[in-house]
């Protein structure tokens, strides 16, 4: 399940690198600061600027990773947290 059409090929190195360095930071660096920042350089890798629904793309990445798009800024970069739990009421 993810939004739709804002697919993110899971299969580019790139993108599984990214992954793996948003959850390792999220891991050890979450007690400290609570977030991950990742900055435009590193993200236009997988998506340049003018790519179109960039930050929904941005925000799918996240969801399919298992963490979740907190803060975007074209030209800055994005910041991740850990996926919140799921809550019943």
Known sequence: MGMPGTNV???FP???ILASQVKRQLET???NLG???IYEEELQRIWPLDEEDREKKI???AWD???HLSFYKSGL???FVKEPPN???
């Open 29 to 31: 660096q979450t007690t």
């Open 9 to 11: 090929n899971k299969e």
């Open 59 to 61: 925000a799918q990445f």
């Open 77 to 79: 970069g994005a910041i």
């Open 35 to 37: 977030h991950c920042a």
């Open 87 to 89: 809550i019943s009421v």
């Open 14 to 16: 790139s993108v599984k």
């Open 65 to 67: 990773y298992g963490f």
